[in-house]
């Protein structure tokens, strides 16, 4: 019989690439924690209804991409395809903007999307986010941006560039969408079949498209940026002031549109220009939606800012950096099978090390010392803790410093000191 498979699209982490997501999970942590972000945890499922409200009917998430279900209670539910809808809906549920006048969050987990999995594009792909609730000033969408940025640094990232655009408030689309189609409409016979079909329903998706016969034209519509009302174009003036205070480096794209529905005003990209992505190059990308909370619900006005980073992409473009190797200690047993009570012996002085914090290797099988050895040897363990019958017999252990080549016997009392002492001192010269 065949092996079992994972879903295409759905990727197994292995221990040793577990390191580098752990790094990557807690550089996160630790930034948004410096700039006054709280981490928060949501279901990665949620009722349909959310996504399509927020997302947008109209886009390719909801239109293609959703794994949706239907439950027991006859409901329909969804993987979450992100995780900006989730919060907003927890933060509108737990009446958070009622205990505080602005709420800054984080998350992240895996996310759903039914894609076509192509390098550094995946069904389930995990996200890093952020969301700021609750404040409409242009500081927060700067400030959004110079976190995303610092969490590259702290990954080592350094070749990107930072996209940013306007699309305004929703009665400024309103009149952009009606000069897009004004624009493309006459031109419809030349456009891709795909945006021939956006046209109506999506126009601005337009601007995103790859495809060569929408190329040639796209460069000459009307940008979103004349389109602006004062107050949007003031708004966005801040947002670059506050960018070139900071001395983040972006350049402005009045293409840049996003895929998903619920932005206002600020919206940003960061794009790898390493070319270890290929084609997926977005790190990540967000942007403003003081709609999105009285999409919700009617009474709710919210302005939010926020973005999302994948961190398959990141971990691509992120240098790999060697694992410090740990402090690990290996006890083994000198004499073969069967001895249950030197077994045991090993077992509780174990026990002992990693209670008291020391990475602690047994190979339990107790083959013979030599085979024991060899495995402990593999493992690179630098101390090893050698208990025999004549140890048992003095209640000594014998402790093998590895790097050192140095053999002593030490009291089994003082063994658990000593080997910590020594791993502090190796800690401390690293
Ligand atoms: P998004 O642009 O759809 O935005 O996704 C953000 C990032 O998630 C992308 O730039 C990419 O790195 C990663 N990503 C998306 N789809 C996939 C996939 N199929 N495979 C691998 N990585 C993927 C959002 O999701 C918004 N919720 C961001 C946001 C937060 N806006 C405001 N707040």
Same mark, same amino acid.
């Given at each position: ?17 577990? +390191? ?9 942590? !630790? ?25 947008? #009917? ?43 006048? +602005? ?27 952020? #969301? ?10 700067? #400030? ?192 073969? !099978? ?20 020391? #990475? ?38 014998? =402790? ?9 016997? =030490?009291?089994?009392?003082? +063994? ?15």
């Amino acid at each position: 019989m065949a092996i079992p498979q994972a879903v295409p699209g759905m990727n197994d982490v292995l221990p040793r690439e577990v +390191v580098r997501w752990r790094a990557l999970e807690d550089a996160f942590r !630790s930034t948004c924690e410096r700039y006054g972000y709280r981490e928060v945890r949501t279901p990665v499922c949620e009722y349909t209804e959310l996504f399509q409200r927020s997302i947008g #009917e109209v886009t390719d998430i909801v239109q293609k991409e959703m794994y949706t279900f239907t439950d027991a209670g006859e409901r329909s539910l969804t993987l979450r395809p992100e995780g900006t809808a989730g919060a907003a809906r927890a933060a509108l549920e737990h009446a958070v903007l009622g205990a505080e006048p +602005v709420a800054r969050w984080f998350y992240l987990g895996p996310m759903f999307r039914a894609e076509k999995p192509a390098r550094g594009r995946f069904r389930e792909f995990h996200q890093v986010g952020a #969301e700021c609730y609750g404040d409409d000033s242009p500081a927060v969408d700067a #400030e959004a941006i110079d976190l995303a940025v610092s969490y590259l640094h702290a990954l080592g990232i350094s070749r990107y560039t930072v996209r940013v655009n306007s699309i305004g408030s929703a009665a400024t689309r309103a009149a952009w969408r009606e000069s897009l189609v004004a624009y493309f409409a006459p031109l419809r016979e030349t456009l891709s079949p795909e945006s021939q079909a956006r046209l109506t329903r999506n126009p601005m998706r337009i601007l995103d498209s790859k495809d060569p016969r929408d190329l040639a034209v796209i460069p000459q519509a009307p940008s979103v940026l004349d389109a602006l009302s004062p107050e949007d174009r003031a708004h966005f003036d801040k947002v670059l002031a506050f960018l070139d205070a900071l001395g983040t480096t972006y350049t402005v794209d009045p293409g840049l549109v996003r895929g998903l529905d619920y932005y206002t005003r600020t919206v940003f990209e960061i794009v790898d220009t390493s070319d270890a992505l290929g084609a997926q190059n977005a790190l990540g990308g967000g942007g403003r939606y003081d709609g999105l909370f009285t999409e919700l619900s009617p009474d709710a006005h919210v302005p939010a800012v926020g973005f999302a980073m994948g961190v398959e992409r990141l971990l691509l473009a992120a240098p790999v950096r060697p694992v410090p190797t740990r402090f690990a200690v290996a006890v083994v047993a000198a004499a073969r !099978s069967d001895e249950t009570s030197l077994h045991a012996a090993v077992l509780a002085l174990a026990h002992e090390l990693r209670t008291a914090g020391v #990475e602690t290797y047994v190979d339990t099988r107790f083959k013979s010392m030599k085979s024991q050895m060899r495995r402990v040897d593999d493992l690179g363990a630098r101390l090893v803790l050698v208990l025999g019958g004549n140890e048992l017999a003095r209640g000594t252990v014998t =402790v093998r410093d590895m790097a050192a080549h140095l053999q002593t016997d =030490v009291d089994r009392g003082n +063994v658990v000191a000593h080997v910590r002492s020594l791993a502090s001192t190796a800690e401390s010269s690293r």
